[in-house]
């Protein structure tokens, strides 16, 4: 079996292409990678000693996949993964390179993948779902030893897709979703009509938060690891909007999870689309009080300053229901969330300066 990783030598990316190589026997993996990012090139050498083929390409660039294939299944982990990309007084990514970052890419993707005739693998994202429906879930905050937090409200009406598991494949996606979700969306839907047109099987997952050691976090990305670096190192860590209580809550998901799901849906090998929902759901739903709590038991006080001011499309709780990726692949999240913030607890004790590489 031939496979092909675009953002391979990414976080996630790598993980897929660790998990193929370690558990397929007679796979051989080419991970595709511009290598623009410090951690792009850390996990570059990683891989390279397992058999991992890599290439320094720019998926962006429809020459750049010349000469690539044929490959029996591509999985497309590459993209600007920030939902503040493209938005007033965000990270200074334009409109134009989003689009062209997970949009254009994906165009390329299904032209080759069309032409090798291979089965795909899209990583996309929760924040597909609509943010005005997201805003109007009723919630309440509760208060525990862990923390306080917000929690979806049960015994009022809930919206279609929304039980008390989470956040189904059904939930709204209607406009707004943020420049980002709408070309994660659009690229889901692109692929879609790509299976559709094709008849080569499709698996799109709906990614929780990721989080795990060696994982360049920042805030507007990767929050679980940069908030717990952050703390770590003593730098300033600010909890923005809804009040500055931080009562906002994500689901959390290790990356090894997620590339044991994508490994059984490559072997399962289902005709059409299978849209999934992938995280660890609501037993791993966290707000950044509860994770201060944390943090602050593990390493000690340290102070968090409040700010009232909500961002562009923040949102208050996005919590994802997983139960069509566990009962359709036998699939079930092995990473607790106290584990995923101890595995990076314990990178960031031995890497202290980590957050200084730039992201990855």
Not at 8 to 23: T, Y
Not at 41 to 57: I, Q, S, Y
Not at 231 to 245: E, K, T, V, Y
Request: aromatic residues 6%; contains cysteine; charged residues 20%.
């Amino acid at each position: 079996m031939r496979v092909l990783v675009t953002g391979g030598c990414g976080f996630v990316g790598a993980a897929i292409c660790r998990r193929l190589v370690e558990h397929r026997a007679g796979v051989a993996v080419t991970a595709v990678d511009s290598l623009r990012r410090l951690g792009s090139e850390r996990n570059r050498r990683a891989l390279v000693p397992l058999g991992v083929r890599v290439v320094h390409a720019d998926v962006r660039l429809a020459s750049d996949w010349d000469g690539l294939g044929p490959f029996d299944w591509v999985i497309d982990a590459a993209a600007e993964p920030s939902v503040l990309a493209a938005a007033p007084g965000g990270r200074g990514v334009t409109s134009r390179q989003l689009l062209e970052h997970n949009l254009l890419a994906t165009v390329n993707l299904l032209e080759a993948a069309g032409a090798w005739g291979a089965g795909i693998v899209l990583l996309s994202t929760s924040r597909v779902y609509s943010i005005p429906a997201l805003e109007s879930l009723p919630l309440v905050e509760r208060s525990g030893p862990d923390g306080a937090a917000f929690a979806l409200d049960v015994a009022a009406a809930l919206p279609a897709g929304a039980t008390a598991a989470g956040l189904a494949e059904e939930f709204s996606t209607a406009a707004p979703v943020s420049p980002y979700g709408a070309t994660k969306l659009a690229s889901e839907i692109l692929t879609a009509e790509h299976a559709h047109r094709r008849g080569t099987p499709v698996f799109i997952n709906r990614c929780g938060v990721l989080a795990g050691a060696g994982q360049f976090g920042r805030a507007d990305q990767g929050i679980f690891s940069w908030w717990i670096h952050s703390w770590a190192a003593r730098r300033p860590l600010s909890s923005i909007g809804f009040g500055g209580h931080g009562l906002q809550v994500r689901d959390c998901l290790h990356p090894a999870d997620l590339a044991a799901l994508v490994d059984r849906q490559i072997e399962a090998q289902r005709g059409g689309v299978t849209i999934c929902n992938v995280s660890g759901g609501a037993p791993s739903a966290t707000s950044l009080a509860q994770l201060s709590r944390w943090c602050e038991e593990r390493f000690g006080p340290h102070a968090v300053e409040a700010v009232t001011a909500t961002r562009p499309y923040d949102v208050p709780w996005v919590v994802l229901d997983s139960t069509r990726a566990r009962t359709t692949f036998a699939w079930q999240p092995r990473w607790s969330a106290a584990a995923i913030f101890a595995d990076i607890a314990d990178h960031a004790e031995r890497h202290p300066d980590w957050l200084e590489g730039g992201g990855g």
